[in-house]
């Protein structure tokens, strides 16, 4: 046998059939790499969700999905979710039972998500600033360090919120948050979340807002015979300017208007004082009919089992195509050497010996196979890179 | 060169038996075997390169019993001694003009495609006057260039013995002659021996004999 005859005629056949053997890597790539790749991404998924949700023993939200609560709770999708006043959050910590983190995941700023919580969210997810400070004062934020990374943003720097209705003249204009901090990375959501205080997050919401006090201001800033008002009242017209952005001289004029008790949060994380107070606690909103307290890893558990469910489905049937796509390819060799019977016939007459010919053989299907093993590793770990940028996707 | 005594064979499940009290070819003749199809001359010329094996008889090339050989050294002895032009030019699709030509290098042992190689294929491919097509694929040159270009990888190794299945079956009068012209011209250059099977009675006087393999088989001896 010659080895340099083989590789030299077996280089030259494929080089010179390019389009039939690409089409066979390609098809033998995809039958290596779609099974490996979906098994892959479910690995990476399953890691990162069940990773946060083990780290949170409860959520507390207002009666609904299950899920879509510990999706915005944990991972600050589904902004949509219906809320829970407060108040809610304190009655809980005024019953001793547990520690409370209020979470408000409703509105983003460049394409990130705006978290309006408390200064213990940090302790409890192990946060750290990596550049500047933490969250003192209102109109203050702290971004993750992907959000920081990928706009180029550090602290002195600046974020305004997304507007929510553009054409809604009465509605929630942008604020804009002077950024004091960036966090380290930790490899989760709140790398891609910018943090602020509760009354922030408010004050986007335009439960909150800073003025001109009505004291200084003319006649024509005030409504004239306010119907429905008290005596003492002052309402202000639309001419007034609210501030867009928290500053130290006016600061102070920014206030909330009814009973903070009764403001928003998209969900609250709860850690019960011990087990007797998380049974306390499940019980008690188990009754509660507008309120629901889940376990994370619980609801995780339930949705995995769906989605290893499905995922065993669609491996069985990629298998199947993967066997019909690996069949084909056999047919496709098979016939190709047929056709080819009179050329190893001659290369026989010309002195090839028969273990020539078939390592000739050999070496173009290991060509082909090895090649799409190669290419679908290649693709493993591009996904593998990819991975949490998918899972982000994912999640929504 | 080529001696051939009490030759006898026949391919399983058919009629057709070649047998051969003698045939003999001397060192650097020229010898045309001629015949109705189907009498036998493929498988004498097969039997002369141990492509295929005798019932029984002997086959001597350069004073080697070739039909005693294993297989493995029945494709050296290919290899080494013989120069093959087949009738179909049998040129590889997805090779070179120039590939094709030194193929012979790159399937035996050997050193492969070295410098003087390279020259040795121009140089006939000039004389062939297909130089200026080496670097085209076969699809691209007409019947003629083709079988010129199988002529050439015949020649190349400069073998003993050059052995050719009707290289002018499917070509015009003035290509048969450009080709048996290149084939005798460097065969005599080197001092090949040439055995080829042609249905052509114009080219029969440029051979220094004529063998009729009908008349072998009667008894004859050729």
Same mark, same amino acid.
């Given at each position: 046998?010659?080895?340099?005859?083989?590789?030299?005629?077996?280089?030259?056949?494929?080089?010179?059939?390019?389009?039939?053997?690409?089409?066979?890597?390609?098809?033998?790539?995809?039958?290596?790499?779609?099974?490996?790749?979906?098994?892959?991404?479910?690995?990476?998924?399953?890691?990162?969700?069940?990773?946060?949700?083990?780290?949170?023993?409860?959520?507390?939200?207002?009666?609904?999905?299950?899920?879509?609560?510990?999706?915005?709770?944990?991972?600050?999708?589904?902004?949509?979710?219906?809320?829970?006043?407060?108040?809610?959050?304190?009655?809980?910590?005024?019953?001793?039972?547990?520690?409370?983190?209020?979470?408000?995941?409703?509105?983003?700023?460049?394409?990130?998500?705006?978290?309006?919580?408390?200064?213990?969210?940090?302790?409890?997810?192990?946060?750290?600033?990596?550049?500047?400070?933490?969250?003192?004062?209102?109109?203050?934020?702290?971004?993750?360090?992907?959000?920081?990374?990928?706009?180029?943003?550090?602290?002195?720097?600046?974020?305004?919120?997304?507007?929510?209705?553009?054409?809604?003249?009465?509605?929630?204009?942008?604020?804009?948050?002077?950024?004091?901090?960036?966090?380290?990375?930790?490899?989760?959501?709140?790398?891609?979340?910018?943090?602020?205080?509760?009354?922030?997050?408010?004050?986007?919401?335009?439960?909150?807002?800073?003025?001109?006090?009505?004291?200084?201001?003319?006649?024509?800033?005030?409504?004239?015979?306010?119907?429905?008002?008290?005596?003492?009242?002052?309402?202000?017209?639309?001419?007034?300017?609210?501030?867009?952005?928290?500053?130290?001289?006016?600061?102070?004029?920014?206030?909330?208007?009814?009973?903070?008790?009764?403001?928003?949060?998209?969900?609250?994380?709860?850690?019960?004082?011990?087990?007797?107070?998380?049974?306390?606690?499940?019980?008690?909103? $188990?009754?509660?009919?507008?309120?629901?307290?889940?376990?994370?890893?619980?609801?995780?558990?339930?949705?995995?089992?769906?989605?290893?469910?499905?995922?065993?489905?669609?491996?069985?049937?990629?298998?199947? *195509?993967?066997?019909?796509?690996?069949?084909?390819?056999?047919?496709?060799?098979?016939?190709?050497?047929?056709?080819?019977?009179?050329?190893?016939?001659?290369?026989?007459?010309?002195? $090839?010996?028969?273990?020539?010919?078939?390592?000739? *053989?050999?070496?173009?299907?290991?060509?082909?196979?090895?090649?799409?093993?190669?290419?679908?590793?290649?693709?493993?770990?591009?996904?593998?890179?990819?991975?949490?940028?998918?899972?982000?996707?994912?999640?929504? | 060169?080529?001696?051939?005594?009490?030759?006898?064979?026949?391919?399983?499940?058919?009629?057709?038996?070649?047998?051969?009290?003698?045939?003999?070819?001397?060192?650097?003749?020229?010898?045309?075997?001629?015949?109705?199809?189907?009498?036998?001359?493929?498988?004498?010329?097969?039997?002369?390169?141990?492509?295929?094996?005798?019932?029984?008889?002997?086959?001597?090339?350069?004073?080697?019993?070739?039909?005693?050989?294993?297989?493995?050294?029945?494709?050296?002895? +290919?290899?080494?001694?013989?120069?093959?032009?087949?009738?179909?030019?049998?040129?590889?699709?997805?090779?070179?003009?120039?590939?094709?030509?030194?193929?012979?290098? +790159?399937?035996?042992?050997?050193?492969?495609?070295?410098?003087?190689?390279?020259?040795?294929?121009?140089?006939?491919?000039?004389?062939?006057?297909?130089?200026?097509?080496?670097?085209?694929?076969?699809?691209?040159?007409?019947?003629?260039?083709?079988?010129?270009?199988?002529?050439?990888?015949?020649?190349?190794?400069?073998?003993?013995?050059?052995?050719?299945?009707?290289?002018?079956?499917?070509?015009?009068?003035?290509?048969?002659?450009?080709?048996?012209?290149?084939?005798?011209?460097?065969?005599?250059?080197?001092?090949?021996?040439?055995?080829?099977?042609?249905?052509?009675?114009?080219?029969?006087?440029?051979?220094?004999?004529?063998?009729?393999?009908?008349?072998?088989?009667?008894?004859?001896?050729?």
């Amino acid at each position: 046998m010659n080895l340099g005859g083989v590789l030299f005629l077996g280089r030259r056949y494929l080089g010179r059939n390019r389009v039939k053997t690409s089409l066979l890597v390609a098809a033998f790539t995809l039958v290596w790499l779609l099974p490996a790749g979906i098994a892959l991404v479910v690995g990476k998924v399953e890691s990162q969700l069940r990773a946060r949700a083990e780290g949170t023993p409860l959520l507390l939200g207002q009666a609904g999905s299950p899920l879509e609560l510990v999706f915005n709770g944990l991972y600050f999708t589904k902004p949509a979710i219906a809320t829970l006043p407060y108040g809610e959050t304190e009655a809980i910590v005024e019953s001793g039972l547990g520690m409370v983190i209020p979470l408000y995941a409703r509105y983003t700023a460049a394409n990130h998500r705006i978290v309006g919580t408390t200064l213990d969210y940090f302790d409890f997810r192990h946060l750290t600033i990596r550049e500047g400070r933490g969250l003192i004062d209102l109109g203050e934020c702290v971004v993750g360090s992907e959000v920081a990374a990928t706009n180029g943003i550090a602290p002195g720097d600046a974020v305004i919120s997304t507007p929510e209705t553009l054409f809604d003249l009465a509605g929630v204009y942008p604020l804009k948050m002077r950024v004091v901090g960036v966090l380290a990375a930790s490899g989760t959501p709140d790398d891609g979340a910018i943090f602020v205080d509760l009354k922030t997050a408010w004050i986007i919401e335009g439960l909150g807002h800073g003025h001109e006090e009505a004291e200084k201001l003319g006649d024509g800033a005030k409504l004239v015979n306010p119907s429905g008002f008290g005596d003492d009242a002052v309402r202000l017209n639309a001419s007034v300017v609210q501030y867009n952005e928290v500053t130290e001289e006016n600061a102070d004029d920014f206030h909330f208007h009814g009973e903070i008790a009764d403001n928003p949060v998209s969900a609250a994380i709860v850690i019960p004082g011990d087990a007797k107070s998380q049974a306390l606690l499940k019980g008690r909103y $188990a009754k509660a009919g507008g309120l629901q307290l889940v376990s994370p890893e619980a609801e995780m558990d339930e949705l995995f089992a769906t989605v290893f469910s499905v995922q065993d489905l669609v491996l069985r049937l990629l298998g199947a *195509i993967g066997f019909a796509t690996l069949a084909i390819g056999a047919l496709v060799f098979l016939l190709s050497n047929r056709l080819r019977r009179e050329e190893f016939r001659h290369l026989r007459l010309l002195g $090839a010996d028969p273990g020539t010919l078939r390592a000739l *053989i050999a070496f173009e299907a290991g060509f082909v196979l090895v090649t799409s093993l190669v290419l679908a590793g290649l693709g493993l770990l591009v996904l593998q890179g990819i991975a949490p940028m998918l899972v982000r996707q994912l999640l929504g | 060169m080529i001696r051939c005594q009490q030759l006898r064979f026949a391919y399983a499940g058919d009629a057709f038996e070649l047998r051969i009290e003698a045939f003999d070819v001397a060192a650097g003749e020229a010898v045309a075997l001629v015949g109705p199809s189907g009498c036998g001359k493929t498988t004498l010329m097969n039997l002369i390169s141990a492509l295929l094996v005798p019932a029984s008889g002997s086959v001597v090339v350069g004073g080697v019993e070739v039909s005693r050989f294993p297989l493995a050294a029945r494709q050296q002895f +290919r290899l080494g001694t013989i120069g093959l032009v087949p009738q179909n030019f049998e040129l590889l699709d997805y090779l070179t003009i120039r590939e094709n030509i030194l193929l012979p290098f +790159r399937l035996g042992a050997g050193a492969g495609v070295d410098g003087r190689s390279r020259a040795r294929c121009e140089e006939l491919a000039d004389k062939a006057g297909i130089a200026t097509h080496l670097e085209r694929y076969p699809e691209q040159l007409s019947q003629g260039e083709r079988q010129r270009a199988a002529l050439c990888r015949g020649l190349v190794t400069a073998a003993p013995l050059i052995l050719a299945d009707e290289p002018t079956g499917n070509l015009d009068p003035e290509n048969q002659d450009r080709i048996v012209s290149l084939l005798l011209e460097e065969a005599r250059g080197i001092g090949a021996t040439v055995v080829m099977i042609t249905h052509d009675p114009v080219l029969l006087p440029r051979f220094d004999r004529v063998v009729d393999v009908l008349a072998l088989r009667k008894g004859g001896r050729g």
